[in-house]
């Protein structure tokens, strides 16, 4: 399709050439009529348009077509599967009253793509759990502030992924 609009626009481009050395023509010596030189103008301002116009709409489409593409992958992939001990966990204990494997491994959901079930469902408190991860037993303690933020940051970059 591509190369039928590179076509077309040499083609047109020639037209508008002669389209406008017609109207040239008219202007210094008054030899052919305006009115066939004006038609000619018009035609190919007419052109032009039906052609940028069907690029556009051509263009949409292919967008929207890649745009439905990707989305389709978007949801093909994976999910974090939670165990019966996470979602135990999850929906019953504080933080600080489950197990420590338990507590790491629900951290590490915030890096993981959530089916949206889940998502709605346990968020908040995954959120709670990367928090107390990452504030009490975290080799590397950071201050909950910034947990809270960077947690945020890190479920961004897995729905964009």
């Known amino acids: 399709m591509e190369s039928f609009f590179e076509i077309a626009a040499v083609i047109l481009s020639l037209y508008t050439i002669v389209a406008i050395c017609l109207l040239m023509s008219y202007v210094f010596f008054k030899k052919p009529r305006l009115k066939i030189a004006l038609t000619h103008f018009l035609t190919v301002c007419v052109l032009l348009a039906v052609m940028i116009g069907s690029y556009v709409v051509i263009g949409e489409r292919r967008n929207a077509a890649e745009a439905a593409q990707k989305q389709a992958e978007r949801d093909a ?16 204990q504080q933080p600080s009253d489950a197990d420590p494997v338990v507590v790491a491994a629900i951290a ?6 959530l089916s949206t079930k889940d998502k709605e ?41």
Not at 108 to 113: E, P
Not at 141 to 148: D, N, S, T, V, Y
């Open 77 to 92: 992939r994976p999910t974090a599967n939670l165990t019966a001990d996470m979602t135990h966990a999850l929906s019953a």
């Open 108 to 113: 590490d959901l915030a890096s993981q793509r």
């Open 121 to 161: 469902q346990y968020l908040p408190a995954i959120k709670a759990y990367f928090i107390y991860y990452h504030a009490n037993l975290a080799p590397k303690k950071q201050p909950e502030i910034i947990l809270g933020t960077e947690f945020d940051s890190q479920r961004r970059t897995v729905e964009l992924r």
